[in-house]
């Protein structure tokens, strides 16, 4: 990652943001970069980068700022992952987490969508956390 911060950071809400912290980097490679706590050890802020890219992951701190599993599953956000190879290695590694392949991969021009769907450029697949 270059010096400089990313223009823009997303920041993702869970309800148990710290288990989304492990399920991240096991699931998708994302690496922790920042984790700070308070007294009680709860998470105040983290963020965790994917090659040049960072997301900052935290808890549901309002009535407006929830998980997709507080609102029954809804997708509020989306966060885009371009992968360039190893796809079905990235699928695999995913599946080996506990994510649910909704679509595996296959060759296409352009894809979009949420991180808790990874779908790489190049392939059409989704996956979404159990």
Not at 17 to 40: D, R, S, Y
Not at 70 to 82: D, M, R
Not at 99 to 122: C, D, E, L, W, Y
Request: proline letters at 7%; one cysteine or more; aromatic letters at 4%.
């Amino acid at each position: 990652m270059s010096a400089q911060r990313p223009t823009l950071v997303p920041a993702l809400c869970y309800r148990d943001p710290k288990a989304a912290l492990k399920w991240l980097e096991a699931a998708f490679g994302f690496e922790t970069a920042m984790v700070i706590t308070n007294a009680e050890g709860s998470l105040e802020h983290s963020e965790m980068r994917f090659g040049d890219g960072i997301i900052m992951v935290g808890t549901e701190w309002t009535a407006d700022h929830t998980s997709p599993a507080s609102i029954a599953g809804k997708n509020t956000q989306t966060v885009h992952v371009h992968l360039t190879e190893d796809i079905d290695k990235h699928c695999a590694r995913a599946k080996a987490a506990g994510a649910v392949i909704v679509q595996p991969p296959r060759p296409s021009s352009m894809v979009t969508g949420p991180i808790a769907h990874a779908i790489p450029k190049g392939t059409s697949g989704r996956s979404r956390r159990r």
